[in-house]
């Protein structure tokens, strides 16, 4: 099987990503009405552990909701995918570290935690989009740090958004690709 291949399968068992990102801006916004309305660090903490669920509620979906069978054990763009886990949990450990020093900053770091772990879905699923998904989260989070943008919530409810927004793009490039392929096909 040819790298394209394996992405194509990628980008096919996982609806190119869309439900993942959708699920992840609705932890990210779950956390910033916890922030909002609780605390910082509650908020961070239901972040955190949430985030641990992303992926098997993610899987749960692509089985009922869109009835995809999963890649083969075989495709190693889903190791890609496991290995950028483990420098995103790092970052968010460096976030949690700046919890009693700057709560204020705990959610732009764990957006460019979450942000750069999306560069490495470019080389797994093949679509440079991926790219741009993960410079507007590193921005996002960079850009509300060099500001000093007083609102700590403020930073979650934009990831949630951005995270929406291009899991929906996903979504729906993943429904266009279908659609021209059935009119060839």
């Not at 993942?20 to 972040?47: E, H, K, N, P």
């Not at 993960?134 to 060099?146: D, H, K, T, Y």
């Amino acid at each position: 099987m040819s790298l394209n291949s394996h992405q194509q399968e990628l980008r096919h068992a996982y609806v190119r990503g869309g439900p993942g990102a959708i699920i992840s801006g609705g932890v990210w916004f779950a956390a910033a009405l916890t922030a909002m309305y609780s605390s910082i660090s509650d908020g961070f903490f239901l972040l955190f552990f949430a985030g641990m669920f992303i992926f098997p509620v993610s899987k749960l979906a692509l089985k009922l909701v869109f009835q995809r069978a999963p890649e083969s054990k075989s495709n190693p763009g889903s190791l890609i995918c496991l290995e950028t886990v483990f420098p995103m949990v790092g970052g968010l450990f460096a976030a949690w570290l700046l919890l009693p020093y700057r709560p204020e900053f705990v959610f732009s770091v764990s957006a460019i935690a979450v942000g750069t772990r999306y560069f490495g879905f470019r080389t797994a699923y093949g679509d440079w989009t991926y790219w741009v998904f993960g410079a507007v989260l590193c921005m996002i989070g960079l850009s509300s740090i060099a500001l000093a943008i007083p609102s700590s919530s403020l930073v979650p409810f934009i990831v949630a958004i951005v995270e929406i927004v291009f899991g929906t793009c996903f979504i729906l490039a993943d429904r266009m690709e279908a659609i021209s392929i059935d009119e060839i096909g």
